[in-house]
């Protein structure tokens, strides 16, 4: 029993250490300036190109621009007569796919890996942000508690102030 009192005493110590934590946490990002708060992370010059071409190839526009290249590019090549640059299995037109698609990969890739910090971040923030409001709602239980025992300690003391009046006056027995 004595075990399971201090392991409960260290959890709240530990609880109350971690809501003191978060609180000036929040204390010091209100006290900052406005416009202070978290400048935005400067990016480089190759995550910049690596969010603009993940953008640019994971919209419709791309799709539908190159859907219709594609068919023109096939279709000049089924239909011209005198001049084939890449007749029908197409070998120049799967080249260049390759080529675009072993280029993009990596962009695309970089891309989602920096999205992913951010996201792990926002996750992490969003994790403390709960702890706090866990912490907070606990105690509020705590103080309703201590209230309701107060008001039950009124109440009893109120019995009986009313019983001892009822005693005296009337002599009803005990």
Do not use: C
Not at 16 to 21: C, D, R
Not at 68 to 78: D, E, H, K, R, S
Not at 86 to 113: H, V
Request: proline content about 4%.
């Amino acid at each position: 029993m004595a075990v399971i009192g201090s392991v409960k005493h260290g959890l709240l110590e530990t609880e109350h250490h971690l809501l003191a934590e978060l609180r000036l946490l929040r204390r010091q990002r209100r006290d900052a300036a406005p416009g202070a708060q978290r400048p935005p992370a400067q990016l480089t010059a190759g995550q910049r190109i690596a969010d603009t071409v993940a953008a640019t190839m994971g919209s419709w526009r791309f799709i539908i621009i190159q859907s219709v290249i594609l068919m023109f590019w096939i279709a000049l090549n089924i239909t011209a007569y005198v001049q084939r640059w890449d007749p029908y299995p197409f070998i120049l037109l799967n080249l260049a796919l390759s080529f675009q698609a072993a280029y993009a990969a990596p962009f695309i890739m970089m891309s989602q890996n920096r999205q992913q910090d951010i996201d792990r971040l926002a996750a992490e923030h969003d994790y403390q942000i709960n702890i706090k409001a866990e912490l907070e709602i606990e105690l509020l239980h705590e103080k309703i508690d201590k209230l309701r025992e107060q008001e039950v300690v009124q109440l009893t003391q109120a019995v009986s102030d009313l019983t001892a009046l009822l005693r005296k006056e009337g002599g009803a027995p005990a």
